[in-house]
Nanobody, 115 residues
Framework: QVQLEESGGGLVQAGGSLRLSCAASRSINSIRYMAWYRQAPGKERELVAVIASSGNTNYAGSVKGRFTISRDNTKNTVYLQMNNLKPEDTAVYYC?????????WGQGTQVTVSS
């Protein structure tokens, strides 16, 4: 059973930066999409950013221009560089990998932005 392990969350002041990483426990063939979602207390989980195998990316409007998603296919890893963080970015961040055979989630990593 392949697992995703996230790292890089933590507490940061508004305006600061964090870099999240998510790595698969073993190689996965043909990962179509790697994505980051987040869920704030009392809110539904929302898509933050997604990157396709082609390298095409898409971002939520609230993070566009501040967050950058990237992937390293050789390491089965996806990253989320978060700059100019705001208190409203506070949430648990989850990574998600989708292939033709799998749709798997990480356990989540907490990001807290203080004002």
């Amino acid at each position: 059973q392949v697992q995703l392990e996230e790292s890089g969350g933590g507490l940061v002041q508004a305006g600061g930066s964090l870099r999240l990483s998510c790595a698969a426990s073993r190689s996965i063939n043909s990962i179509r999409y790697m994505a980051w979602y987040r869920q704030a207390p009392g809110k539904e989980r929302e898509l933050v950013a997604v990157i396709a195998s082609s390298g095409n990316t898409n971002y939520a409007g609230s993070v566009k221009g501040r967050f950058t998603i990237s992937r390293d296919n050789t390491k089965n890893t996806v990253y989320l560089q978060m700059n100019n963080l705001k208190p409203e970015d506070t949430a648990v961040y989850y990574c998600n990998f989708e292939s033709y055979a799998l749709n798997i989630w990480g356990q989540g990593t907490q990001v807290t932005v203080s004002s």
